[in-house]
């Protein structure tokens, strides 16, 4: 737990603490969490990466954020580099995933003096955040009774699990992580409250406008796409190549958008690559 300025932030860390190879820093999905990184972070340590899976206030995490915080994207961006400066992590490898690599790209676009280097999986991406069908899903979940409503369905494997749930995301789930996921916003009014507002602040010509400075950035990119993905397709992932000023796109066949649990080892090699390479 470290106590950072609009409330507390609980993260887990991999890997040994000293090590030659830059720190790698995860960024999840809405109604998401630091678990989603476990296998991947593991794997990491294995091969003497440090990594952080900080769990980001998007609707599953624990310690709720004070109410005056800044819940837009663009406010939980700079969230993310106070918590690199308090860390003092520097030259860090930014992981993003679903709504985590829109956030990773408003990190690119606030202050990317701490980030060497850029590995973005499955994602949102210029006016498609999120695309469809998640745009519609996301409406429903715009208030803090629809949201409890709309996730009291979920405790159910079956539904979690099915294309309704988070078997859209990914072919390899577990239950009691899924489980874990929906269990704050049910619970908690205030992890609720956190979550209504960011996706209340959610607007596409944010995100649009951004990708729009992408080739500013000159650190190195790396595109991870799984290409069984219907809402993240590979066609934005390739767009999104084209945004940056020079990026690598690896596809990852079979994988869904969480290619951290569905290719697990896939994305650790990437990665390890990325990051032990001069």
């Not at 830059?22 to 998401?32: S, Y």
């Amino acid at each position: 737990m470290i106590d950072l300025p609009g409330g507390a932030l609980r993260y887990r860390a991999a890997g040994p603490e000293r090590s030659a190879a830059p720190p790698v820093v995860f960024v999840h999905a809405f109604l998401a969490n630091g678990a989603v990184w476990s296998r991947v972070a593991d794997l990491l340590a294995e091969r003497g990466v440090r990594s952080y899976a900080p769990d980001w206030p998007l609707g599953a995490h624990s310690v709720p954020l004070d109410p005056d915080a800044d819940q837009s994207p663009r406010g939980v961006a700079r969230r993310i580099l106070v918590f690199l400066d308090a860390l003092d992590l520097r030259d860090v490898v930014l992981v993003g995933n679903d709504t985590g690599g829109a956030l990773v790209q408003f990190v690119l676009d606030t202050d990317a003096s701490r980030v060497g280097g850029v590995v973005l999986t499955n994602c949102d991406a210029f006016d498609k955040f999120p695309p469809f069908p998640f745009s519609v899903m996301f409406r429903l979940l715009k208030g803090k009774h629809r949201m409890k409503a709309s996730l009291l369905p979920m405790r159910s494997r079956v539904l979690r699990h099915s294309p309704l749930g988070f078997g859209l995301l990914s072919r390899n789930l577990d239950a009691d992580l899924s489980r874990s996921l929906i269990e704050p916003a049910l619970t908690r009014p205030d992890v609720r409250d956190d979550a209504v507002r960011f996706l209340r602040a959610v607007d596409p010509r944010d995100l649009l406008d951004v990708s729009t400075r992408l080739k500013n950035y000159r650190g190195r990119v790396r595109i991870v796409w799984g290409t069984a993905d219907r809402a993240f397709t590979p066609a934005l992932g390739r767009r999104l190549q084209g945004a940056f000023h020079d990026a690598e796109f690896v596809e990852v066949p079979g994988s869904r958008t969480f290619v951290q649990l569905d290719a697990p080892q896939v994305l650790v090699d990437q990665i390890a690559d990325f990051v032990e390479r001069p």
